[in-house]
């Protein structure tokens, strides 16, 4: 319940301000605290009433008079609702205190099956800055849903076809060696393919040779697919490590190189129904009349492409996993991708085809000459961990952090502010990833919102009260005052925060409310004493439990680890 709704509640049954008006969606938040909390805005009864809107203001003002309220003003034709807080508080406490770290949660999904193709690398590469929004954001849309009941399938549709590999091999037979690979692995094998990329601009007859391999692969030559092999399960091994340490998990790894010879039936019905039009040699589908442009389905050697193997994967998902959505999760530079082959599946009225949804986001980059990569131009996720660990650790052996477990927590401080770096700003806009902002302890950061949760554990533990125990007095006068009041109203926001993050598939919603939540606890830390002269104040304490819920169901939300101390 928000405030909003408590006043509603609590106004709904009085005759006089229920006339023909949609009541439940005239009332406002008040912008300015010291007007109330929300405001009922009486221009809508002036003509029905004929009477000026401060007149019925006025006249509304007398009329209610209920404990829910401490006081009701007219101001210039604005109803203001100043809340009972005490009231409010026990209401929205308790039900935190009972809900613990599943407030907000609701069972929205229950039967409901979503699918999430997001991180989806092309394993010829290393995991660079670019797979991180999909990685990241994907993962946090799937605790998100998971969240709300519904049954998530995270789909890792790894990119393990294509050219890449023919050069990839090419590059290993000019440049490297057997024992090079067993020796150094995927450092070797993406070496041979910098290198091939290096050369090929001098040396054109790579390319032919290139393709010559892909080919090889794709006819099934024994040679050729035992080399790809190996490099895929190298590349995979390496992948997956990094997915570990980032806490992020997958269903199915069904690549594209399973679609290679699945995509006959998807050809076949695009000719059937029609759609399939021949241009310079190639098979396509016109999307013109769409403003979709036309979409490549069959390139004019016979080989297929990535939007036929989207056409062939989603109908195996769809007989797999009977989704109800399935979202596809990458940055804004797909966007037309998905627009023409989403087109081709209602076009041939696919029983999914209003299920699809493409989320894209903006792009991350570093702020110039932070991290040095290895390989190319691109910051590799490697490096960032790496370096993110290390700057953590220094900066928790500079503050003198006595901690057990000093390496594990620096992990978990690295890769909550790489996390938190992606989810931090709407998902469309680009931004600029500075892990040195990024891992500081204060400011709109995850070792912030880390070191408040570890804070709220530190009170209740120097309580040695047992959590289950905390409970919320009868009489809550002593933490009403303006400034907790705030905090007890974010706090009655976390559910809808939620919901907000469910319905617009928006991640930084919930990191947003986390900052703010720290922010308004901290003041309240200052300003109050949990224990005084050895004696706990329970309500205080009871909202030092709540807000700790709420930071770690927060952070879970977000893959960022909660630290019990640091
Ligand atoms: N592997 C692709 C890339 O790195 C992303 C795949 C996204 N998913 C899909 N079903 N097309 O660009």
Redesign the pocket.
């Known amino acids: 319940m928000n405030l909003k709704d408590y006043v509603y509640l609590n106004i709904k049954n009085i005759p006089e301000l229920n006339t023909d008006v949609d009541l439940n969606n005239l009332l406002i938040y008040t912008i300015d605290s010291s007007l109330g909390d929300v405001s009922l805005p009486c221009f809508s009864y002036a003509k029905k009433l004929h009477l000026s809107p401060m007149q019925i203001a006025n006249n509304f003002a007398t009329t209610i008079n209920c404990d829910a309220f401490e006081k009701v003003e007219a101001v210039n034709g604005y109803l203001n609702f100043f809340v009972n807080k005490q009231k409010f508080a026990t209401e929205v406490l308790n039900e935190a205190l009972n809900e613990g770290i599943n407030l907000g949660k609701k069972n929205l999904g229950e039967g409901k099956v979503v699918c999430i193709?997001y991180s989806?690398?092309?394993l010829a590469k290393y995991m660079h800055i670019g797979h991180l929004g999909t990685t990241i954001i994907g993962n946090t849309l799937k605790n998100i849903y998971n969240f709300f009941g519904y049954k998530v399938y995270g789909l890792n549709?790894l990119?393990n076809y294509g050219t890449p590999f023919g050069k990839m091999i090419t590059g290993y037979l000019h440049y490297g060696s057997k024992e090079d690979v067993e020796k150094r692995g995927v450092d070797a094998i993406q070496e041979y393919y910098v290198k091939f990329n290096q050369e090929v601009d001098n040396h054109p007859e790579l390319m032919d040779e290139a393709r010559l391999w892909f080919k090889k692969i794709e006819d099934g030559d024994k040679e050729a697919l035992e080399i790809y092999n190996w490099f895929i399960e190298i590349s995979l091994v390496e992948a997956k490590r990094i997915y570990k340490l980032l806490n992020i998990t997958f269903d199915d790894w069904t690549g594209e190189a399973y679609y290679n010879d699945k995509m006959t039936p998807v050809i076949n019905e695009l000719e059937q129904k029609g759609l399939l039009k021949e241009s310079e040699g190639a098979k396509v589908v016109d999307l013109e009349k769409f403003n979709l442009g036309t979409c490549l389905i069959l390139k004019s050697d016979g080989s297929s492409l990535?939007a036929t193997r989207?056409l062939a994967?989603v109908e195996d998902r769809y007989n797999k996993y009977k989704f109800d959505l399935c979202l596809?999760v990458?940055d804004v530079a797909?966007k037309l991708h998905f627009a023409q082959w989403f087109k081709i599946c209602e076009l041939l009225n696919k029983p999914y085809a209003k299920n699809l949804q493409h989320i894209y986001y903006g792009r991350y980059s570093l702020p110039t000459g932070k991290i040095g990569s290895r390989f190319g131009k691109q910051a590799l996720i490697s490096d960032m961990i790496d370096s993110a660990y290390k700057k953590a650790k220094d900066i928790m052996l500079t503050r003198g952090t006595k901690v057990e477990d000093i390496d594990k927590i620096a992990m978990d401080i690295a890769v909550g502010a790489i996390c938190f770096g992606v989810v931090k700003n709407e998902k469309t806009k680009d931004s600029v990833f500075d892990l040195e902002k990024a891992l500081s302890f204060e400011g709109e950061t995850s070792p912030y919102l880390q070191y408040t949760f570890a804070r709220c554990n530190s009170i209740i533990s120097k309580t040695k009260i047992n959590e289950d125990n905390i409970k919320l007095n009868n009489d809550v006068s002593d933490i009403v005052s303006t400034n907790t009041f705030e905090l007890i109203k974010h706090i009655n926001g976390y559910e809808e925060t939620l919901l907000n993050a469910l319905n617009k598939q928006e991640p930084s919603f919930i990191s947003k409310y986390l900052i703010n939540l720290c922010s308004l606890f901290n003041r309240f830390y200052n300003e109050n004493r949990v224990i005084e002269n050895g004696i706990v104040n329970q309500n205080k304490l009871a909202i030092v439990k709540v807000v700790k819920n709420i930071l770690f169901s927060g952070l879970m939300l977000l893959g960022i680890s909660p630290i019990n101390k640091m």
Do not use: C, E, F, V
Request: net charge negative; glycine share 8%.
């Open positions: 193709d989806s690398i092309n549709y990119g990535y989207d994967a596809y990458t797909q």
